[in-house]
């Protein structure tokens, strides 16, 4: 059963390994696809998963050597590093698991829709430098044009392609508001694009809601936007940078959010930060 509480152990793990002996992000992606089941051979989609979940490997690879490259020259970004791809693959296999549990399903295996958006996430952010967008989905866009290749080598089916391309560009925060907005007129099907891309952002931002781990995630975003906007970055560490975040980015609308407290988490923050003022 997953809950709040096994979530955290799993991220606070991973946070200790990158500051100790870092695991490697294949190694963790393998964990998730384990973690969600093997493919179900007698299932029609089985060889469109099979593919998926090569293309996958082979971008944990990239994303794992091209930020290894940047570490040596000291240009791996402080937020969006290998550790934050590692937290969110293991925060949204989570809530795909959460969510199985919340439709009874009886199945152990991973589905063509799960392993599309695993394979999304663990590469949503291939290639990013630290900066921010300065057109709409602008990195986004450049994240997938590298991890296209990828997919293209491993034989996936253009549709799996352009969900993943759609998911990946459902993470560009500009875009948070209007879809969970536009959730809140159509039940949860995760066959749906956009439960899909809502369940993939709710896994990005997770872990800086979580109480232990948002000073934490703070500091490493302030590191990375001391780079390119020190005011800015001085402004995340305000109460005002705080409450904004909660207010606007750290939306939940899944079941499986719902269900593990996240809604209420971001509640009664924004709760205690009011009563600071």
Request: charged content about 20%; overall charge negative; some cysteine.
């Amino acid at each position: 059963m997953v809950t709040l509480e096994s979530l955290t152990k799993e991220i606070r793990d991973l946070i200790q390994c990158w500051s100790g002996r870092w695991i490697g992000v294949k190694p963790v992606f393998e964990k998730c696809v384990a973690t969600l089941g093997k493919p179900d051979p007698t299932d029609e989609s089985a060889h469109r998963v099979l593919a998926l979940l090569s293309g996958g490997s082979a971008i944990a690879n990239f994303v794992e050597h091209s930020c290894q490259k940047m570490s040596r020259t000291n240009r791996e970004p402080d937020y969006h590093s290998r550790l934050h791809t590692t937290i969110v693959i293991t925060s949204l296999t989570a809530l795909l698991l959460k969510q199985r549990e919340l439709s009874t399903s009886s199945k152990t295996n991973i589905s063509l829709q799960e392993t599309i958006l695993l394979v999304a996430m663990v590469g949503h952010d291939a290639g990013h430098d630290g900066t921010r967008n300065g057109s709409p989905c602008q990195l986004e866009s450049r994240s997938y044009h590298l991890i296209e290749p990828l997919l293209k080598t491993a034989k996936c089916h253009p549709d799996d392609m352009y969900s993943i391309k759609r998911v990946i560009w459902g993470t560009d925060p500009a875009l948070i508001s209007r879809l969970h907005l536009g959730s809140s007129t159509t039940s949860f099907d995760l066959h749906k694009p956009v439960w899909q891309t809502i369940l993939c952002q709710e896994s990005d931002i997770l872990a800086s809601v979580l109480p232990e781990f948002a000073n934490h995630m703070t500091q490493f975003l302030v590191d990375e936007w001391n780079k390119i906007d020190p005011i800015s970055a001085a402004g995340l560490l305000s109460p005002g940078g705080r409450k904004y975040f909660l207010e606007n980015l750290a939306k939940f609308s899944s079941p499986a959010a719902h269900s593990l407290g996240l809604e209420k988490l971001v509640i009664s923050q924004l709760s205690a930060l009011n009563e600071e003022n």
